[in-house]
């Protein structure tokens, strides 16, 4: 993991996350905005088509299955790392 250090004050990984849209690092010295945190494990819902607000845990039926295997093939707006978590979970579906 890389250090975060804290721009203002020079403090180095000590800080506090808040979470909302973001998890946001706050410095724990001086309590100044440090970065925006990656979330860790964000579970993936799917935010078009007929699936759209369904969760990829709940894809477990063959229409399902299809429709993301359709997705990955076809769907421009899916990020690569959104196409790995389909992927990974088609293969527990096969």
Known sequence: MQ????TNCGSI?????KEGVHST???NTCDRYIKHM???NKELVI???KFKGTALKDFVTRD???WLQWAVQNATSLK???????????????
């Open 80 to 94: 690569p790392s959104q196409i790995e978590q389909i992927n990974k979970h088609l293969n527990n579906q096969v």
């Open 64 to 66: 399902h299955v299809s």
């Open 13 to 17: 990984n000590d800080y506090y996350v």
């Open 25 to 27: 690092a706050f410095c």
């Open 38 to 40: 990656p979330k860790e």
């Open 3 to 6: 250090d975060i250090t804290c």
């Open 47 to 49: 935010y078009f088509g």
